[in-house]
């Protein structure tokens, strides 16, 4: 039975599950009664924004009565000028997830294809759903995304392919050689969307140049973010690189004042502060060692991350000691819903926050203390 409120709605939304948002740290607190929870569950950055873009924050903070630019015009430039392409290459979006709306809104027909990894970013189906496209969804491959098998399930009907690089939960990438391959089997009607959210924490010679498909004018959209190790998760400003053309569609639907002017000062801040990004993505990678080598001890299996996030199998119910974290003040994301019982998702932290996570950890596994 529909209520009546659904049956006025668009068809295409009613199967798609009510997305459930994590409850404030500080009503968690309240209601363990604990306090200095960490949360480590959504891959944020655990350091702040830098100095520079604080301040830059700061003497934006008179002229709020004002609309921002909607066109983004001095991001846009820098962002050019940073890849190499022109403005008009470049979207700005309310995070990168809103350009996930807009290029599905923008190319997606109702019964059109779309090709998409699971497990992976749960936007990408969500979004096609509701625009009346059909999910074809290809299962990873030891924990990678399956280039091979996403070739295959391009049919003559299939719009689009989204491609997490980093995968987000696996944190594992598709590497150059791989893309190049799947690239020269994707038909030219097929637009390829890399989702390139943790690209900072991904990078050596093995991972794929992607904006240089976009440079050869091939049909390829790749999506960048301010939210994980530029630390303006809060801001919500995210972009996209493609051909000027499909840009230009985009625009036609997008908001005029999308990407408010706090988020666009703070990127414009955030893109001159490369240190920032160098001391978050060292801080991450020697985390990811530590976490490593503690889950090594603990006998805990995990896949090895090229993100700011691990995916750890506890052994058991990963429901029961996410519980067991959240009363240690611990935060993080049960594989559950992707029928990942015994795996969790962790995001890495400051240094403290890792030992802080892995104390919690013995605790809620019942191992005793080192
Ligand atoms: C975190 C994340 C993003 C970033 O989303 P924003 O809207 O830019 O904050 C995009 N894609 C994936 C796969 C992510 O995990």
Redesign the pocket.
Known sequence: MHTQWESLANEHILGIAPYEPGKPIEELERELGITDAIKLA??ENPLGPSDRVQKALAAALTTLNRYPDGSGFYLRQALAKKHGVGSDQVIL??????L?ELLVRTFLKPGDEAVVPHP??V?YPMIVQAAGGIRVMVMLKDYRLDLDAMARAVTPLTKMVFI?NP??PTATIVTADEVETFMSRVPDRTIVVF?E??IEFAMGPDFPDTLSYVKQGRKVIV?R????ANSL?GL???YAAADADATALMNRIRQPFNVNSLGQIAALAALDDEAHVLECVRMIEAGRHFLYDEFKTLRLKYVPSRANFILVDVGRSAAEIYQKLLHEGVIVRPMTAFGMESTLRITVGTPAENRRLIKGLRTALGKKGP
């Open positions: 959504s891959n979006g309310n995070g990168s997830n809103e996930i992976s970013f936007v997490a995968n987000n989702d959210a943790y999506l973010t301010f939210s994980k998760a919500r400003v995210g």
